[in-house]
């Protein structure tokens, strides 16, 4: 019973190391308005989805909209949505007159408690064109939900596949060992 015990630890050690290993932070994944982006009128709000979950802690996961003069021009308040815990949102003050804002960006992950931050720009201007219905579509399209969610399964496999293997593999060798004798 030693022996299996040890097997299991190993088998958890081993899948704890991994989920380490694969989980990079929580990072930047997309936005609206979008990285780079030139949209021909100011938005309301901006949403940040991220790569990984976020760990619900005050002040832990922020976005700062700031003008070219350094102005800050969200409310501060910004806040992980009630459904979609890799969605985080701040409200402007008021419409953005054409320029272009950054956006600061810090992230605490649910996964693994790290934490990240980046940021991105987007610039308001009325000679843009106007979002076609071609890229409102995509855009629709990649907020569905499944998407995140079955990648994260597959990184989840990539893990626990050979730390099952591996675990199988002492599971044998500690039911065979007291047929070889015990030291
Ligand atoms: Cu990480």
């Known amino acids: ?16 190391a991994g989920t380490t290993v694969v989980g990079a932070h929580s990072e930047y994944e997309r936005s609206v308005p979008a990285a780079g982006a030139r949209i021909p009128r100011s938005p309301t709000k901006v949403d940040v989805w991220f790569t990984q979950e976020l760990f619900r802690r005050a002040g832990a996961n922020t976005l700062a909209v700031l003008a070219a003069d350094g102005r800050r021009v969200d409310d501060g308040q910004a806040g992980i949505d009630a459904d979609d815990r890799s969605l985080l949102s701040v ?7 054409p320029g272009t804002y950054r956006v600061e960006w810090q992230s605490l992950s649910a996964l693994d408690g790290d934490t990240a931050q980046g940021s991105f720009e987007f610039t308001v201007d009325p000679t843009a064109p106007e979002p076609t219905s071609a890229a409102r579509a995509e855009s629709a399209a990649d907020e569905a939900p499944g998407l995140t969610g079955s990648a994260t399964s597959l990184t989840w496999l990539a893990v626990a596949l050979p730390a099952a293997l591996l675990g199988g593999l002492l599971l044998v060798q500690a039911a065979r060992a007291p047929f070889e004798g015990e030291s």
């Open 1 to 16: 019973m030693t022996r299996l015990a040890t097997a299991v630890a190993v088998t958890v050690a081993l899948a704890l």
């Open 91 to 97: 409200a402007l003050l008021e419409p953005l007159v």
